[in-house]
């Protein structure tokens, strides 16, 4: 079945500790995006992806980059986590930023950082 | 700014209807999609309008009102797997994703 999936699901770093995330998908879509979820928050949009072309949110920290080396994968990596960062972290893909198109997600991978 | 307003917590009864409802303002409108969300996991896609009225498929429908910015999920025949949160998002005239917050629905017996 085509789907996106991330690895890990659960992950935990230490204070300021790099850590990756991974997204890889089998849809052959376009685009990626790396959300981040708080608990009972709305997802916010890190980054996207438009094939190679990257687009990062004017307020996401410094802190936050991303990795496409190919359609199919993309990675979160966080260089210094804090204990803000403690988040779910949800990769969705979709074929086009256009209007009509649906974001399918992937299972998340919950932080935890100590 | 932008916005999505929806109810934070709502309450309903197995094999009851519950309307969810959401408002929003953007800077213009080019959809709005409903996601559910059970606790832990992703969202994951239920519906689309871009067109005022109804959109039903199954126990769910949707409804938009492009004039009033405003939209409903409607659940029919509750059952108890429906408890989740479920997550309005509009797209806007540059094509971004806005979310609200989501409504956390309680299924009681």
């Known amino acids: 079945d085509a789907m996106v999936i991330q690895n890990p699901r659960y992950q935990v770093t230490q204070f300021g500790k790099p850590v990756t995330l991974s997204c890889s998908q089998t849809?052959?879509?376009?685009?990626m995006y790396w959300y981040q979820q708080k608990s009972s928050q709305a997802p916010k949009l890190l980054f996207h992806?438009?094939?190679?072309?990257?687009?990062n949110e004017a307020d996401t920290p410094d802190n936050f980059q991303s990795r496409r080396p190919n359609t199919s994968f993309c990675f979160l990596d966080i260089r210094s986590p804090g204990l803000g960062d403690a988040a779910m972290y949800l990769c969705?893909?979709?074929?086009?930023?256009?209007?009509?198109?649906?974001?399918?997600f992937g299972p998340g991978t919950r932080l935890t950082v100590l | 700014g932008q916005n999505i307003d929806q109810p934070t917590e709502m309450t309903a009864t197995e094999g009851a209807i519950v309307q969810i409802n959401c408002t929003y303002q953007?800077?213009?409108?080019?959809?709005l999609f409903w996601y559910q969300q059970h606790a832990g996991e992703a969202p994951t896609f239920l519906s689309y309008?871009?067109l005022d009225g109804l959109e039903e498929k199954g126990r769910f429908s949707s409804f938009l009102s492009r004039s009033k910015g405003y939209s409903y999920l409607l659940l029919k025949e509750l059952q108890m797997k429906d408890s989740a949160s479920y997550l309005c998002?509009?797209?806007?005239?540059?094509?971004?994703?806005?979310w609200g917050a989501g409504t956390k629905l309680i299924i009681k017996p």
């Open positions: 992806y438009y094939d190679k072309d990257f687009n």
């Open positions: 309008n871009v």
């Open positions: 953007t800077s213009g409108f080019n959809g």
């Open positions: 849809l052959n879509h376009n685009v």
């Open positions: 969705a893909t979709s074929t086009t930023t256009g209007s009509t198109d649906t974001q399918y």
């Open positions: 998002a509009v797209t806007d005239s540059n094509y971004q994703l806005i």
